[in-house]
């Protein structure tokens, strides 16, 4: 058993260099640009290595936007959970999101190489696993509090999720990343307060 358990450390260990070395590279140079022999070398692995715990790039790059999507889903979530009332968890998570596409790893990974790496139905499909369930549930939440009309929610968490992936985009390719932001997230919020009921206001 002592054996099996460090056995098991140690393809962890490994595994956890792979997706360390492979994040930094994506970021820095994009997926194209990454070449495995440099992930192993910097992860001081062997390439066998890589591909028995990775079927290929492809492979590696997916459980690399996996962590990087769960980073940025904790975080949304993490900013909501700290909110008063459902309807400042909306805006919060939407802040929190918008915030950390700032990051140049967030821009690279997640908003300019995954929509090419999976294609655009993967990339949806794949980003709703993320983040839908919750923005479902933040607007029921505010329907129920009675400070947005009563309305199916499922094509609207849609539709705002779409708006908001297509504004981070906006900025991860914006030469002045911090106007953008700012920017992205005045329209956020008219577009936002144009669902709310008047006398919640």
Known sequence: MHVKSR??????????????????????????????EEVVRRARVTRGAL??????????????LHEEQLRLAAKTSEAAGKAKDPWAALM??????????????????VLIDAPAVLGAEGFRQSDE?????????????????????????????????GALNEAARLIAHAKDKEQARREVSESAHRMWNGLRLARSQ
């Open 92 to 109: 919060a998570g939407c802040d929190a999101f918008l915030e950390a596409c700032l990051d140049p790893a967030v821009q690279q990974i």
């Open 129 to 161: 696993s993320y983040y839908l369930a919750g923005m479902k549930a933040g607007i029921q939440a505010s329907i129920d509090a009675g400070v947005i009309a009563p309305q199916p929610v499922e094509p609207l968490a849609h539709m705002i999720l």
């Open 51 to 64: 591909y028995h715990h990775f079927k290929d790039k492809q492979d590696l790059f997916r459980a690399v």
């Open 7 to 36: 056995q098991a450390e140690n393809s962890a260990a490994t595994r956890n260099a792979l997706l360390k070395a492979a994040r930094k590279l994506f970021a820095e140079r994009g997926f194209a640009d990454t070449a495995t």
